[in-house]
């Protein structure tokens, strides 16, 4: 699986095979289901992905449930995607055999990603549109204050920078609603765009004007040939940092910044890199020597599948980490997929060094047998 997802050439021939048995409606359950699915995601339900969780939770690792069915625009889809996360958020309020989960939402998985787009530029914005973003917001509200009334954090997630001011907008309107005894609600930064820190220092304000805590999961970001390839086609500036460690620079500054405010900041560290994972480690340990006690402010997170060496060794030392767990049938998911192993290009070095290290724990272990 990792030598699969380490090759860009074979992940770019899995990906437009992926590709056309989806746009072909080609049956690819049998073969998802033994090899790429289990890997990267929970399961095809709720509870599956949370029998997946209590597995996590056998070492010490907490879970971000997400139902990551993608591509449908109708209404009738956007309710349904919003009972599913009313039903995951009963559930874990449970806390089923101690559980520690988030639960995360996309939003557009609540409303019409055209309809964020046009509300964010302020163009051709019609009553209709009006009327849909007011649902889109109603959505989220209900689902923001379900996760409040059950104990259960909910992380919104960040997507593509044309939609993002209006995810935004809706995220810090129920952050302020939400966020005022303790934190029930986190958004999502983006540190590969060039202007998410100065984003960040704007929100610190409002929330202190506003009395309200932040939650936030601090990511480089996944959208990243997307985000270039639309800038070219319409001719203006990437939003996206000019280099890879610019973007590193960002994401250690917007760490530091959050650890800086740690008195009204709930910080997620959500990464595959190791020196960040390290940073975010040393500042933590800084934190508590300064007279922070409190670890729950502070958590790490992967993806399921990847990074397992990061995970299991900060939940080993007592640290609070997440995996990401995606859930959904088996053939709504395939756009995730897709898009997760566009997102793998990005990390190849990491994937191989965990390739190495499972080698070499496979022959460790056999030179124990001998």
Known sequence: MFSLFSMTKLMRIGEVLLSVCSSLKIPTAWAFRSSIFPHFCGGENCEEALNRAQDLMKRNVGAILDFSVEGSRSEESFEATKDELLKVIARLGKKPQGVNAYAAVKLTGLGDHEVLERIQSGEFVKNADLAAFKRIEDRLDQVAGAAKMAGVRLIVDAEESWIQGSIDRLTETVMQKYNKQGVSVYTTLQMYRADRLQYFEELLQRSEQEGYELGLKIVRGAYLEKENARAKELGVPSPIHLSKHATDQAYHAAIELAFQNLDRVWLCIATHNESSSRQGVQLLE?????????????????????????????????????????????????????????????????????????????????????
């Open 286 to 370: 800084n934190a508590l020597a300064g007279g922070v006690n409190d670890l729950s402010r502070v958590s790490f997170a992967q993806l399921l599948g990847m990074s397992d060496h990061i995970s299991f060794n900060l939940a080993e030392a007592g640290l609070e980490v997440l995996k990401y767990v995606p859930y959904g049938p088996i053939g709504d998911v395939i756009p995730y997929l897709l898009r997760r192993m566009k997102e793998n290009s990005g990390i190849r070095d990491q994937t191989d060094r965990e390739l190495r290290l499972i080698r070499k724990e496979i022959e460790r272990r056999a030179g124990e047998m001998n």
